[in-house]
T-cell receptor, first 113, second 112 residues
Framework: DVKVTQSSRYLVKRTGEKVFLECVQD?????MFWYRQDPGLGLRLIYF???????EKGDIPEGYSVSREKKERFSLILESASTNQTSMYLC????????????FGEGSWLTVV | QKEVEQDPGPLSVPEGAIVSLNCTYS??????FMWYRQYSRKGPELLMY????GNKEDGRFTAQVDKSSKYISLFIRDSQPSDSATYLC????????????FGKGITLSVRP
């Protein structure tokens, strides 16, 4: 089974702090994704990465950056956390084959106060 | 028009009922269709995956794709309280790097 692990399940951070959300997958997948999920808005893509050191903006990249130095690890960075970034963050991965299905981690609940 | 529309619900049914969940879409080029189930405070898990048109059955779950109508459905037979969750449809184009487009999800509650 594919395993996508998000290291932090629940975080509380202060406005202006730099926040790192870490994600690791164990299936040697090329593609990795970061989404946020908010009530009434559904899943929104923040950034995705096709391969190591490659990244592309999703639908809502403002206020976020990402890092992918190793194939199995994809980090989401909030440069200066704000209260409107309080949300559930979901990491996902996908292999280059296999019908485009993606596999999600358990989610990281971030509260910015 | 949104690319993927999903009835926001919520939906409440008695145990044992047949449940029908639906999504419509506008992009006729979509080829891959998926249903994800998400329990409260958990990440979505892949439930069913279909390529192009047709039906796919897995236990109590059946996924249908009607590309002519741009309509996909998930049927749950003999629904159980453990089926209570949010269900999201998703679809994509072909191509290894195609992004998925998700519906907003519908919350299903199965009453014992």
């Amino acid at each position: 089974d594919v395993k996508v692990t998000q290291s932090s399940r629940y975080l509380v951070k202060r406005t202006g702090e730099k926040v790192f959300l870490e994600c690791v997958q164990d299936m040697d997948h090329e593609n990795m994704f970061w989404y946020r999920q908010d009530p009434g808005l559904g899943l929104r893509l923040i950034y995705f990465s096709y391969d190591v050191k490659m990244k592309e903006k999703g639908d809502i990249p403002e206020g976020y950056s990402v890092s992918r130095e190793k194939k199995e690890r994809f980090s989401l960075i909030l440069e200066s956390a704000s209260t409107n970034q309080t949300s559930m963050y979901l990491c996902a991965s996908r292999g280059a084959t296999g019908g485009n299905t993606i596999y999600f981690g358990e989610g990281s609940w971030l509260t910015v106060v | 028009q949104k690319e993927v529309e999903q009835d926001p619900g919520p939906l409440s049914v008695p145990e044992g009922a047949i449940v029908s969940l639906n999504c419509t879409y506008s992009n006729s080029a979509f080829q891959y269709f998926m249903w994800y189930r998400q329990y409260s405070r958990k990440g979505p898990e892949l439930l069913m995956y279909t390529y192009s048109s047709g039906n796919k059955e897995d236990g109590r779950f059946t996924a249908q794709v009607d590309k002519s109508s741009k309509y996909i459905s998930l049927f749950i037979r003999d629904s159980q309280p453990s089926d209570s969750a949010t269900y999201l449809c998703a679809m994509s184009l072909t191509g290894a790097n195609s992004k998925l487009t998700f519906g907003k999800g519908i919350t299903l509650s199965v009453r014992p």
